[in-house]
Structure formats: C-alpha cells, structure tokens
C-alpha cells in the first residue's frame, strides 16, 4: 500500500445545468482551467508524466485540445477514456495504476469533462426504466426517492451557503458558482462541467508529505445493462473485499447520484445509512455532467476528508452505462 498513488489536490468548475450558464462553453474550455490550476500547482513541473481525461461525448483528442486552450507545454502527453458516466472516475483509476506499475514516477493530472449542452443527447430512456425497476424490485417507493432527491438539494444549498464549495472550484470564464439548484428531480439529465485529480507515486509523496488520498483499491464489475444501477452494489463489495474494511469505518462516502433508486438500492442490500452518502449534497442537486461525474465523486471526497479534516477512509462509487459499476476507497494520508 505504501507505493500506491496519491492524489494531493482535486477542483472542478462550476457546474451548469443544461442549457445553463456554461452552455456556450466547448468541452476542451470547460476542462481547461481545471488542467491548468493542477498543472500550476505540481511541485515538480519537470516530473510531470500525462494527463488522462475521461469524458461520455466528445472528439477524439479531447485530452490534447483541454491542454491547448489551458496553455500547456506542448511537450506534455494527454489520453483521454470513455466509460460513460464512471468515465472521470477511471481515469483516476487508470493513473493511479500506472503511477504504481510503470517504473516512470512524476505527477499525473486525472479526470473527466462533459458539456451536456453541446452533446445535444437527453438521458437515456432505458436508464430511467432500469432504476424504477430496482426501485421495485427492492421496494423503494416514489416518496422515498423524492425525499431523497430533496434531501440532497437541501444539503448542496447549505454546503453552498456555508462556503464549503469555495475551495474546489475553479472558475471558467466569468462563472465562479454552480447554477442555482433545480427542484431536484430524478433523474438528472447531462449537465456541463469538469473536474479533475493531481496525483504522485507513493515514494514521490513520502518526500513531499503534503496531505493527500492515498488511492488503497479499487474494483470495476458488469452487470445486466438493463439493471444499469446496480453494477454499484458489486463493485463496492469487491472492493470491501480486497480491502477487508467494514463499512462503518467509512468516514465519507459518495455515490453518483444519477438517479434516486439507484443509491437507495444499494444503501439498502449493503446496509448503509442513506444519511451518510453524499453529505453536502450530490449531482440531483448540483448537476450531473457524465464524463466528469467520477472525478466529480472524488473531488468532494478530498474536500471532506483532507480540505475539512473529516476522517480517514473514503468510499467512491459510480454506476456506467451499460451494466457497469466502478468503486474506489482512498485513505488519508
């Protein structure tokens, strides 16, 4: 575990719902400011190895036009990854492998980015059909599933207010804060934005010594796609697994919250509090851009456990398209 990646920063911009106030943003200029603000603050620009950025829609070379338009040396590499809405989330994945594998220690930049206004595509109808069927197959009505969604719009409005969000928000452009919340629907549909990780080898890190999320483990499972949200519920008992945590020693753990059912389904078979996911509220409240969501998930978790001093162990789950699940547990360090 010693050797294992490190992430050490993690920002996002401001999300916009659809539509919204970054709608005229192309998606290698949402992702730019976040790449540039990570880029900056690498301690040793010389070291820095690639850039991996994930994303649901988008050209082929995304990763090198977002380093383009946020001024980037040309001499730095980027790839970028699609895995739907778990897209940002394994493109951390990715780099922390090959932080860990590759003998080439550095920095990495890792994430994702998505313009729901500019990829013109509105959620997918079997989605929406797949969570109402786990819904009712485990017996989670529509009042939970409101409150729910209610709840996590209750809770980004308080974050917000309480200036919790001001940390890990880059600006674009003229636009430093999250459109205003919607009445919290469910499901969400394509937002826009970005969000990404800065991350170190585990012996870079040891000299460094800035606080961080080392990256313990992490698991990806398929499942039906036409159960789509479940593939959650395995990946995280993978994980769990390998790790041989419980899950009360979690001090924070978020879920991607693209729909409702979904988290509470899986709340529900691996017996977790729902008051305990997404504490300071999640995409039902703030926006759900795809691509980005994953690194979306870890950004929040590295304000909570490194930038609020809030525990040591932290959960990520996402669920993609097409019947797949992806979790990842960090600790501080």
Same mark, same amino acid.
């Given at each position: 575990?010693?050797?294992?990646?490190?992430?050490?920063?993690?920002?996002?911009?401001?999300?916009?719902?659809? +539509? #919204?106030?970054?709608?005229?943003?192309?998606?290698?200029?949402?992702?730019?400011?976040?790449?540039?603000?990570?880029?900056? @603050?690498?301690?040793?620009?010389?070291? =820095?190895?690639?850039?991996?950025?994930?994303?649901?829609? +988008?050209?082929?070379?995304?990763?090198?036009?977002?380093?383009?338009?946020?001024?980037?040396?040309?001499?730095?590499?980027?790839?970028?990854?699609?895995?739907? /809405?778990?897209?940002?989330?394994?493109?951390?994945?990715?780099?922390?492998?090959?932080?860990?594998?590759?003998?080439?220690?550095?920095?990495?930049?890792?994430?994702?980015?998505?313009? #729901?206004?500019?990829?013109?595509?509105?959620?997918?109808?079997?989605?929406?059909?797949?969570?109402?069927?786990?819904?009712?197959?485990?017996?989670?009505? /529509?009042?939970?599933?409101?409150?729910?969604?209610?709840?996590?719009?209750? /809770?980004?409005?308080?974050?917000?207010?309480? +200036?919790?969000?001001?940390?890990?928000?880059?600006?674009?452009?003229?636009?430093?804060?999250?459109?205003?919340?919607?009445?919290?629907?469910?499901?969400?549909?394509?937002?826009?934005?970005?969000?990404?990780?800065?991350?170190?080898?585990?012996?870079?890190?040891?000299?460094?010594?800035?606080?961080?999320?080392?990256?313990?483990?992490? @698991?990806?499972?398929?499942?039906?796609?036409?159960?789509?949200?479940? #593939?959650?519920?395995?990946?995280?008992?993978?994980?769990?697994?390998?790790?041989?945590?419980?899950?009360? *020693?979690?001090?924070?753990?978020?879920?991607?919250?693209? =729909?409702? @059912?979904?988290?509470?389904?899986?709340?529900?078979?691996?017996?977790?509090?729902?008051?305990?996911?997404?504490?300071?509220?999640?995409?039902?409240?703030?926006?759900?851009?795809?691509?980005?969501?994953?690194?979306?998930?870890?950004? /929040?978790?590295?304000? *909570?456990?490194?930038?609020?001093?809030?525990?040591?162990?932290?959960? @990520?789950?996402?669920?993609?398209?097409?019947? *797949? +699940?992806?979790?990842?547990?960090?600790?501080?360090?």
């Amino acid at each position: 575990m010693i050797n294992n990646a490190v992430i050490i920063d993690a920002v996002r911009t401001p999300f916009a719902h659809n +539509g #919204g106030s970054l709608a005229g943003v192309a998606p290698a200029n949402l992702a730019a400011p976040v790449l540039k603000h990570l880029y900056e @603050a690498c301690p040793a620009p010389e070291h =820095f190895r690639d850039v991996i950025l994930g994303h649901a829609f +988008g050209r082929v070379g995304l990763g090198r036009d977002a380093l383009e338009a946020a001024g980037v040396p040309d001499e730095v590499p980027a790839v970028s990854l699609e895995r739907g /809405r778990a897209s940002g989330l394994s493109a951390i994945d990715y780099a922390a492998d090959k932080l860990v594998s590759v003998n080439n220690p550095g920095y990495i930049i890792a994430g994702g980015v998505e313009s #729901g206004s500019s990829a013109n595509e509105p959620i997918n109808p079997s989605m929406a059909e797949a969570a109402d069927r786990l819904a009712e197959e485990y017996h989670v009505t /529509r009042d939970r599933r409101l409150g729910y969604a209610e709840r996590s719009r209750r /809770r980004a409005t308080d974050a917000a207010a309480g +200036g919790v969000f001001a940390a890990e928000i880059v600006p674009v452009g003229k636009v430093s804060v999250d459109d205003p919340v919607d009445p919290a629907a469910d499901p969400s549909v394509i937002d826009d934005g970005a969000a990404a990780v800065l991350m170190v080898d585990g012996s870079t890190h040891r000299r460094d010594r800035r606080p961080g999320l080392r990256v313990t483990a992490s @698991a990806a499972f398929g499942c039906d796609p036409a159960r789509v949200g479940w #593939g959650i519920v395995p990946a995280i008992e993978k994980v769990l697994y390998s790790t041989r945590l419980k899950i009360a *020693q979690f001090d924070v753990i978020e879920f991607d919250e693209a =729909f409702a @059912a979904n988290v509470l389904v899986a709340c529900s078979v691996l017996r977790i509090d729902e008051e305990q996911v997404c504490r300071e509220g999640g995409a039902l409240a703030f926006g759900h851009p795809w691509g980005a969501s994953g690194a979306v998930v870890m950004t /929040r978790l590295f304000s *909570q456990i490194v930038r609020e001093d809030g525990g040591r162990f932290g959960l @990520a789950a996402v669920s993609a398209g097409s019947g *797949q +699940g992806l979790a990842m547990v960090v600790e501080r360090c």
